[in-house]
């Protein structure tokens, strides 16, 4: 018996240190990829609060935000730990990707071992997970940390509920909760866990029992205690699902019934089903971005509706013959139905990302069933580990194919119109990452394909009329901006856009409406609030624009644009310390900013503190060789310093 404990923990071995090597081959070319400009921006490359790494405000505003249309605070963090460790170096964003997903697959073997005692179907399954395709999305995308961060505490979850089946206590119980709170901080698909726990409890964790012998019905006490069981948790997932569709609500997240009506929402949803299905079996055609079908699906639902009822019937059928089928189906059915879009979130029709954990409960039918199936059919063993290599090796080969086209924004978004047809989105967000290139001609080419696709596309107009800005192209322009506002009238960034155009033609109340209205839309846009500042500043309204400032730097402390043009108005109210405060900010945030030296300078001298002036002015020149200011100042200094010395 001791022998056969420890070959058991020898193969168990084997087994996570094959699940690492393997996952680690297929990813490692994650390491020389780069941020992409979808998504990546608003978690990491271009958020101030991320990018100034763990401290007591970053803490805060992770806990109190809704960025991105998410609460998922704990994401937040990891990203901000990254920062502190990696800086801007996507290679370590990429490598803390990987190592939860493979931290998850072992994780998952060890449970479904834990659970079941089956150890090679336990490990089929967690060879699966680490090695599909329609991972890649999850793993390869830094701002999907929220999955596999998610991901790694619902494992964890599972885990301290086992342990509580085994042995009830309320330590068992805290760590579930626990657990299942930090996985709710990462994502908040997980609040579908109770449910799947309820799963687990018929199979196979076997807690629900027959009222007699051959019966096919189950003792009711016994299905209402469980579901008591997890009163706390189904109050974890109420509270969670609430705060998320305030955030997503509020973030302008959620599309309205006019914009996609709940039949086109219901067919696509029950046709998304089949199609990650499919995508399962034969992983082809995978994409960033897939197109929503903004027209009838009346052939969809003819074609979803019935097979999914069909495969639902035949897996309660023979659910007490092959009790997996039925935990394994629902497990898929139910843990989508978060993102499945009866609730439509973005654009998307589907994401490759929102099967990372539903696929678990595909995988233990294909594990178990094989082994069931082998059994039945009196296949030979060696034959079965050759199929079962065979699948893998092919997965392997696909697997690192798509990590491939994840190279960057350019080959990631040219495979994603490669394999799908009329996708707006992903023209417009191919248009996004020419124009951060400066390729305006072809960024405006992109967003004028979008357009064709989808007319009354707010973002596509709004980023058209901004590259038709820099064209010099003011009057189409305008038009776009009109556009974007008319189809969104609560577009806070088509009407800043279209403020600051309309101030180069001199339009100056219409241009202040706009910015006032951007900043009714979303108050803590502080872009929009330091533009407003900028234009009262040259106004002469100093004392509107000095409180427009101090905002903009309430919600972003590390913009030193904002705290040098305040500063600047700070010295015109002859407020010298408190704008020598904000010179000094500059210079921390932007250490190469050669006018923050040169204003240092001036203050400096005129307080009589001639040496130090001298030397920030002559910093100011060692970046700035050409600053002829600040050599005229230094010139000015030198003379009085002669006259004090004299």
């Known amino acids: 018996m001791k022998n056969k404990l420890l070959k058991e923990k020898y193969i168990s071995s084997c087994i996570c240190l094959f699940l690492f090597i393997v996952t680690l081959s297929v990813y490692w070319q994650i390491t020389k990829h780069e941020f992409i400009n979808y998504d990546d921006g608003l978690y990491v490359t271009e958020n101030p609060h991320v990018q100034a790494g763990l401290n007591r405000e970053s803490i805060i505003w992770a806990f109190t935000t809704g960025h991105a249309a998410n609460w998922h605070p704990l994401t937040w963090l990891s990203h901000m730990l990254d920062i502190d460790i990696y800086g801007l170096n996507p290679i370590g964003h ?14 998952l073997f060890l449970v479904l071992k834990m659970m079941t005692g089956a150890l090679w179907q336990s490990s089929f399954v967690a060879a699966l997970f680490a090695l599909h395709p329609l991972h890649v999305e999850s793993v390869a995308w830094v701002s999907e940390r929220k999955d596999v961060l998610s991901a790694f505490f619902w494992i964890l979850s599972m885990w301290a509920y086992v342990r509580y089946v085994r042995q009830p206590d309320k330590k068992q119980y805290l760590l579930l909760i626990l657990f299942f709170a930090l996985g709710l901080m990462s994502k908040s698909m997980l609040v579908t866990l109770p449910f799947v726990l309820l799963l687990l409890d018929f199979w196979p964790l076997s807690r629900l029992q027959p009222t007699a012998q051959g019966n096919r019905h189950y003792n009711y006490k016994i299905i209402i205690s469980l579901v008591l069981e997890k009163v706390p948790l189904f109050v974890l997932t109420a509270v969670s699902s609430f705060v998320t569709f305030s955030v ?13 009506p709940m039949d086109l929402r219901i067919a696509n949803a029950l046709f998304s089903y089949l199609s990650y299905l499919g995508k399962t079996i034969w992983p082809q055609n995978l994409a960033l971005i897939y197109p929503y079908p903004y027209i009838s699906m009346f052939w969809q639902i003819i074609l979803s509706l019935p097979l999914l009822i069909c495969i639902s019937m035949l897996v309660i059928r023979l659910a007490r013959a092959f009790p997996y089928l039925a935990t394994g189906w629902l497990w898929y059915l139910g843990s989508l139905v978060p993102v499945i879009g009866l609730v439509q979130v973005g654009n998307q029709s589907m994401a490759d990302r929102y099967t990372y954990i539903p696929l678990i409960g595909i995988f233990i039918i294909v594990a178990w069933g094989v082994a069931d199936f082998s059994k039945r059919w009196r296949i030979q063993k060696n034959v079965l580990v050759l199929l079962c290599c065979s699948v893998l090796a092919l997965l392997m080969v696909r697997t690192w194919h798509q990590v491939w086209h994840w190279q960057n924004s350019f080959t990631l978004l040219s495979h994603s119109l490669n394999v799908t047809h009329n996708n707006s989105m992903a023209h417009y967000v191919f248009g996004q990452a020419l124009d951060q290139q400066g390729r305006l001609e072809e960024a405006v080419l992109q967003y004028n394909k979008a357009i064709k696709i989808r007319p009354k596309f707010a973002m596509a107009h709004n980023n058209l009329g901004a590259a038709l800005s820099r064209e010099g192209k003011l009057k189409e322009a305008i038009y776009h901006f009109n556009e974007a506002v008319n189809i969104h009238p609560d577009y806070a960034k088509a009407h800043n856009n279209l403020a600051t155009v309309l101030l180069t033609q001199g339009k100056f109340e219409e241009a202040l409406s706009h910015y006032r209205e951007a900043l009714m839309i979303n108050p803590e846009d502080e872009y929009t609030r330091k533009n407003l500042a900028n ?34 108005i700070l010295v015109k109210q002859e407020k010298i310390n408190e704008a020598l405060s904000h010179f000094a900010e500059v210079i921390r945030i932007n250490p190469d900013y050669a006018p923050a030296y040169n204003e240092i300078g001036i203050i400096l001298a005129k307080k009589g503190k001639l040496q130090k002036s001298n ?19 230094l010139l000015i200094l030198n003379k009085m310093m002669q006259y004090d010395e004299k």
């Open 535 to 568: 234009f009262l500043s040259n106004h002469g309204r100093i004392d509107e624009a000095l409180s427009h400032y101090n905002k903009a730097l309430l919600f972003n402390p590390e913009d030193w644009d904002a705290h040098y043009k305040l500063g600047h």
């Open 248 to 260: 997503q609500q509020h973030g302008g997240a959620i599309r309205s019934l006019e914009a996609i």
């Open 615 to 633: 030397d920030f002015f002559l910093k100011a020149i060692q970046l700035e060789p050409d600053y002829k200011e600040a050599r005229d100042n």
């Open 94 to 107: 990429h490598l803390t990707n990987l190592q939860f997903h493979i931290l998850n697959s072992i994780l």
